[in-house]
């Protein structure tokens, strides 16, 4: 399983999700099943929800507490996500959280144009 963290700024396009998932991926040796996942305060973000649905890949929102202990596993803070959301980073914990168990970073967070990606694996 191979788990995308996202986040975003408030009405990011779809397309500025959708290049940077291309770039995270782009960085990602192995092939298997792949999945979004983001915080639930996200749950509303269009450009999110039409990324996932352009891309074929299920999207799941999870909610601050399961991202916040992910907290040892993030490599990258986000003084942004902790004043918003109390958590150490959405991207990084949102794919640490989706791989599940025993999951690693294989992407560190990146950024660009409003959109943060991580990309985690077991």
């Given amino acids: ?4 963290g996202i986040g975003c700024r408030r009405f990011t396009p779809a397309a500025a999700i959708e290049a940077l998932i291309h770039r995270a991926m782009g960085q990602v040796g192995a092939a298997g099943a792949a999945a ?13 929800i039409e990324a996932a649905d ?5 999207l799941t929102f999870l909610g601050r507490d399961v991202l916040r202990a992910q907290a040892d596993g993030v ?5 942004r996500a902790e004043a918003a959301f109390g958590v150490p980073c959405v991207a990084e914990a949102a794919a640490l959280a989706g791989a599940g168990a025993n999951a690693s ?9 409003g959109v943060t990606c991580a ?3 077991v």
Avoid: N, Q, W, Y
């Fill in 1 to 4: 399983m191979i788990a995308i």
């Fill in 54 to 58: 352009h891309l074929g890949l299920p």
């Fill in 105 to 113: 970073l294989v992407v560190a967070r990146i950024a660009a144009d």
């Fill in 75 to 79: 490599t990258t803070r986000s003084a």
């Fill in 119 to 121: 990309v985690a694996t």
């Fill in 36 to 48: 979004l996942f983001s915080i639930e305060d996200k749950a509303d973000e269009l450009g999110l």
